[in-house]
């Protein structure tokens, strides 16, 4: 059975492709007061402007609403993944080999959940981290959050 997410990026990323915009992410925070639906736009030339957030908002409102998803009240938000962007995919990790990240993982590697360190390289589904002096070697499947640290 599909998440919440991936139905929404089913829905989604086609609306966005017509558009010339790539889907980079979905979230959902489910909070007690609020559910929050985050939608991550990005351009390849030009980035994401304010304009293209408003439009896709409300376009994807309309879509959401007729699919009807929810079964209760939401706020969605549409943005650009930003220079502190969370990464999706394998794929997306794999582009910022060389780049300082951190990574949170379901099932502990060498005692920890939390690293934050320099993505050295991938090689198959294995994540190469180097955490101060030590590299850590986490496989993909055990990510469950990736989001790189920007550079300022």
């Known amino acids: 059975m599909a998440t919440i997410e991936q139905r929404v990026a089913e829905l989604v990323a086609p609306v966005l ?36 957030c408003t439009e896709v908002s409300l376009e994807l409102n309309g879509i959401m609403d007729v699919e009807d998803i929810f ?8 943005s650009s993944p930003g220079l502190d962007r969370y990464l999706f995919t394998f794929e997306q990790v794999c582009a910022y080999v060389g780049k300082e ?28 981290l180097k955490v101060d002096n030590d590299v850590y070697e986490i496989a993909y499947p055990n990510v469950s959050k990736a989001q790189l640290i920007p550079v300022i």
């Open 71 to 78: 079964n209760h009240p939401y706020f969605l938000e549409v």
């Open 17 to 52: 492709e017509e558009k010339g915009i790539e889907l980079w992410g979905v979230k959902l925070i489910n909070n007690p007061k609020r559910t929050t639906l985050q939608i991550f736009i990005d351009k390849k030339d030009g980035g994401v402007t304010i304009d293209d």
């Open 101 to 128: 990240m951190t990574v949170e993982v379901s099932m502990p590697v060498a005692n920890r959940r939390r690293f934050r360190g320099l993505l050295e390289k991938t090689e198959g589904d294995i994540l190469f």
